[in-house]
């Protein structure tokens, strides 16, 4: 039941689980006996603050804080902090409940939690970053520790601002732990964090493909956004031979059908923290659109001809006409960077046609599951490779592909992974939870 109307995109990703959870419960009358779907819904702790900080004019600014704690049946809390101004109560708790399913569905001893700030980075000089950070972390420091809650990073939140938090968590608390992950690999980050959940999404589609007796090589692939989670799908996806062709920003897309040039790209956001406008500067042969002039019903970036989709840059970006165009150019397979990019009437056309579809849940997991391998080695002291991290990674994306699959198939939907992810993660955190007694 709605009982909160302003809280959409928690309802719709409740909407996507529930649906798919039918089966199982019906099959196991054990989770209702538990009242576990009660449960589930409801977090288990919600911390909203005020986050007060000053500006380069002098100017006293403030912003609210969020930090779902949603599930610790089989860890510590664990997921990212997001900085963007449309971070509001039912974005955090949509992302913290996919979490937890998330989390479950890497086999990993951790927890589903979220959360962020309605603050804004753009434009922010770095000591004003510094000075919010600085000031998100004085409130948030009381309710996170390396076994309670260990936040990351996500949309806005990168190596910089996890140091600006992490420096005055240690400072507040004179521990240095590992209570958040994404460190730099200075100072207890782990190798291949930064690239994991691009790298795991491509290694994910690469899962799908195999499937079908079909390999990466030649692919050109959409990727929209140009963040973390773009950037190194684009790597992993000219590494493995296949070719990104399109990605964007929040003001536009680029098509560049010669193949993205990633090293530009990467200047112009992860150094000058630039707009994706600047590429057309030194390349006329790719197309620029600006949001202005994208499609009345949709992105312009889902219109071009390619075979693979990847959308890796925020919830909802991907609507029905969007995916109807993308199947009417005959796209092969879709694979969910970011979290709920696809919109539920989008994804139940890929799932009716059959289309290959790596939901966010299972396909973005690599990002989290080596947050995981970050914490094993800030509590182990030890320090691993990339290649031994790029091993283990590798290896969890095909155990969640493999789980996802086999129990598609146990419940009669062998083509629909958004199904057999979700009753994967569900069904392990629902039995711990009934382990647990009555909490
Ligand atoms: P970043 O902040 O690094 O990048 C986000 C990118 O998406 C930016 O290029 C941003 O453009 C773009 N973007 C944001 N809104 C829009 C929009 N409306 N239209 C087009 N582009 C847009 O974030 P991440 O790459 O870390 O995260 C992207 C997604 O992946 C999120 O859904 C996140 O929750 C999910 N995710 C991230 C993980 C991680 O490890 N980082 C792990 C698992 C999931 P601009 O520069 O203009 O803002």
Same mark, same amino acid.
């Not at 779907?37 to 603050?49: A, C, D, G, S, T």
């Not at 947050?371 to 691993?384: D, G, I, K």
């Not at 590798?394 to 992810?421: K, S, W």
């Not at 939870?433 to 909490?439: A, E, N, T």
């Given at each position: 039941?709605?009982?909160?109307?302003?809280?959409?995109?928690?309802?719709?990703?409740?909407?996507?689980?529930?649906?798919?959870l039918?089966?199982?419960?019906?099959?196991?009358?054990?989770?209702r006996?538990?009242?576990?779907?009660?449960r589930?819904? +409801?977090?288990e702790?919600?911390?909203?603050?005020r986050?007060?900080?000053?500006?380069?004019?002098?100017?006293?600014?403030?912003?609210?804080?969020?930090?779902i704690?949603?599930?610790?049946?089989?860890?510590?809390?664990k997921? #990212?902090l997001?900085?963007?101004?449309?971070?509001n109560?039912?974005i955090? $708790?949509?992302?913290?409940?996919?979490?937890i399913?998330?989390n479950?569905?890497?086999?990993l001893?951790?927890?589903g939690?979220? #959360?962020?700030?309605?603050?804004?980075?753009k434009g922010?000089s770095?000591?004003?970053i510094m000075?919010?950070?600085?000031?998100?972390?004085?409130?948030?420091h009381?309710?996170?520790?390396?076994?309670t809650?260990?936040?990351?990073?996500?949309?806005?939140? @990168?190596?910089?601002?996890?140091?600006y938090?992490?420096g005055?968590?240690?400072?507040?608390?004179?521990r240095f732990?590992?209570v958040?992950?994404?460190?730099?690999?200075?100072?207890? #980050?782990?190798?291949?964090?930064?690239?994991?959940?691009?790298?795991?999404?491509?290694?994910?589609?690469?899962?799908?493909?195999?499937?079908?007796d $079909?390999?990466?090589?030649g692919?050109r692939?959409?990727?929209?956004?140009?963040?973390?989670?773009?950037?190194?799908?684009?790597?992993? =996806?000219?590494? =493995? #031979?296949? $070719?990104?062709?399109a990605?964007?920003?929040?003001?536009?897309?680029?098509?560049?059908?010669?193949?993205?040039?990633l090293?530009?790209?990467?200047?112009? $956001?992860?150094?000058?923290?630039?707009?994706?406008?600047?590429?057309c500067?030194?390349?006329?042969?790719a197309?620029?659109?600006?949001?202005?002039?994208?499609p009345?019903? @949709?992105?312009a970036?889902?219109?071009?001809?390619?075979?693979?989709?990847?959308?890796?840059a925020?919830?909802n970006?991907?609507?029905?006409?969007?995916?109807?165009?993308?199947?009417?150019? @005959?796209? +092969?397979?879709?694979?969910?960077?970011?979290?709920?990019?696809?919109?539920?009437?989008a994804?139940?056309?890929?799932?009716?046609?059959?289309?290959?579809?790596?939901?966010?849940?299972?396909?973005?997991a690599?990002?989290?599951?080596t947050?995981?391998?970050?914490m094993a080695?800030?509590?182990?002291?030890?320090?691993?490779?990339?290649?031994?991290?790029?091993e283990?990674?590798?290896?969890?994306?095909?155990?969640?592909?493999?789980?996802?699959q086999?129990?598609?198939?146990?419940?009669?939907?062998?083509?629909?992974?958004v199904?057999?992810?979700?009753i994967?993660?569900?069904?392990?955190?629902?039995?711990?939870?009934i382990?647990?007694?009555?909490?």
């Amino acid at each position: 039941k709605r009982t909160s109307p302003a809280q959409t995109e928690f309802y719709q990703a409740v909407e996507e689980i529930l649906e798919s959870l039918a089966p199982v419960l019906e099959q196991n009358p054990k989770y209702r006996q538990h009242s576990i779907i009660e449960r589930l819904l +409801e977090p288990e702790r919600q911390i909203m603050f005020r986050v007060p900080w000053v500006d380069d004019d002098g100017k006293i600014q403030v912003n609210k804080g969020y930090r779902i704690e949603f599930n610790s049946a089989l860890g510590p809390y664990k997921g #990212g902090l997001r900085f963007h101004p449309s971070v509001n109560a039912s974005i955090v $708790k949509f992302l913290g409940f996919e979490q937890i399913f998330k989390n479950a569905l890497t086999g990993l001893p951790i927890g589903g939690g979220k #959360g962020g700030a309605n603050f804004n980075p753009k434009g922010k000089s770095d000591a004003e970053i510094m000075r919010f950070c600085q000031s998100f972390m004085t409130e948030l420091h009381r309710h996170i520790g390396p076994h309670t809650d260990v936040p990351a990073g996500d949309i806005g939140v @990168g190596t910089r601002e996890i140091g600006y938090m992490f420096g005055q968590y240690k400072r507040l608390m004179n521990r240095f732990d590992g209570v958040m992950t994404g460190k730099s690999k200075l100072w207890g #980050g782990s190798a291949l964090r930064t690239e994991a959940t691009g790298f795991g999404c491509v290694y994910f589609a690469q899962e799908l493909l195999n499937h079908r007796d $079909k390999s990466m090589e030649g692919k050109r692939c959409l990727v929209s956004g140009s963040g973390n989670v773009a950037i190194y799908t684009m790597q992993k =996806l000219y590494e =493995l #031979g296949a $070719k990104p062709i399109a990605c964007s920003d929040s003001n536009g897309t680029i098509y560049h059908p010669q193949g993205i040039n990633l090293d530009l790209v990467k200047e112009i $956001k992860e150094v000058r923290h630039g707009r994706l406008i600047e590429y057309c500067e030194t390349h006329d042969d790719a197309e620029y659109t600006a949001t202005e002039d994208y499609p009345d019903d @949709g992105e312009a970036i889902w219109r071009y001809e390619a075979d693979i989709a990847f959308p890796c840059a925020t919830q909802n970006e991907l609507n029905e006409h969007d995916a109807q165009c993308l199947l009417e150019n @005959g796209i +092969e397979a879709v694979v969910e960077g970011a979290n709920m990019p696809c919109t539920q009437a989008a994804v139940d056309l890929f799932v009716e046609q059959c289309t290959a579809f790596g939901p966010g849940k299972a396909a973005n997991a690599g990002g989290v599951a080596t947050s995981q391998l970050e914490m094993a080695q800030n509590a182990s002291m030890t320090r691993w490779t990339a290649d031994e991290v790029d091993e283990q990674l590798q290896c969890i994306m095909r155990r969640i592909y493999r789980d996802a699959q086999h129990t598609a198939e146990e419940f009669g939907h062998p083509h629909n992974l958004v199904l057999g992810a979700n009753i994967a993660g569900f069904r392990r955190v629902a039995d711990a939870m009934i382990d647990q007694g009555v909490v």
